[in-house]
């Protein structure tokens, strides 16, 4: 039972452009969010965080919005840069779970010349 | 300051052998995460170690174990090896643990092949 989903395993973006990276979640416990970015052969690393108790958190070019009555949220990147090209990994903290994080299974994004 | 490391980098087995995978967190650095990851399925909890406890398990079986040193050094150990245990293993190190949110720190993983 995957309580943290990402439903597009990738997404092709013009450089340039926004890219939109959606994550979806069933568990009304999770507190915290997140999103990670990683690299071939690298480990993830921390990119963006939002608070349960926020709608929205920016920095930079990236954005995350979260929507708790969808149990939505998605990560926004404008513009779009050929750096950002790596997979995206959606968290959440679980409260009921010894505030241990779950993982989405990724989505793959490549931002196009 | 160092990053986390994770030794060795790859690693082949074959079936029914067992491994041990080292892990040396961000100096500091009290808490110890430990994830597998699989294509298509995202990264699966295994463990975490805060101060040489074990203080959360994901749903793995009893083939996977792990232990944390007091220089917080963690290593995790996989018997009886299987073919689907072939997978990239992550370890994470974090300030502390639990409800006061510390971002977790990646190394690059440990590519285990089992033939």
């Known amino acids: 039972d995957q309580q943290v989903k990402q439903n597009s395993p990738s997404l092709s973006v013009q450089e340039g452009r926004i890219s939109i990276l959606n994550c979806d979640y069933t568990n009304s416990m999770f507190d915290y969010f997140l999103w990670y970015k990683k690299y071939p052969a690298e480990g993830p690393t921390f990119l963006i965080s939002?608070?349960?108790i926020k709608d929205k958190n920016e920095d930079g070019r990236f954005t995350v919005f979260l929507n708790k009555s969808a149990k939505h949220l998605s990560l926004h990147i404008v513009p779009s840069q050929p750096g950002d090209s790596a997979v995206y990994f959606c968290a959440a903290r679980a409260r009921d779970s010894n505030y241990q994080l779950i993982w989405g299974a990724g989505t793959k994004l490549i931002i196009k010349p | 300051k160092a990053g986390v490391t994770q030794t060795p980098r790859y690693l082949i087995k074959t079936r029914g052998q067992q491994v041990t995978l080292s892990c040396s967190p961000i100096?500091?650095?009290?808490?110890v995460s430990w994830y597998q990851q699989t294509p298509g399925q995202g990264l699966q909890f295994l463990f975490e170690y805060f101060s040489e406890t074990q203080r959360n398990k994901g749903n793995f079986p009893g083939r996977f174990s792990g232990r944390q040193f007091s220089n917080s050094r963690s290593e995790m150990n996989v018997s009886t090896l299987e073919l689907g245990d072939s997978a990239l293993y992550l370890c994470?190190?974090?300030?502390?643990?639990?409800?006061?949110?510390?971002?977790?720190?990646f190394g690059p993983g440990t590519r285990l092949t089992v033939l």
């Open positions: 994470a190190s974090s300030l502390t643990s639990g409800d006061s949110y510390n971002e977790q720190f």
């Open positions: 939002i608070s349960s």
């Open positions: 100096s500091g650095h009290r808490s």
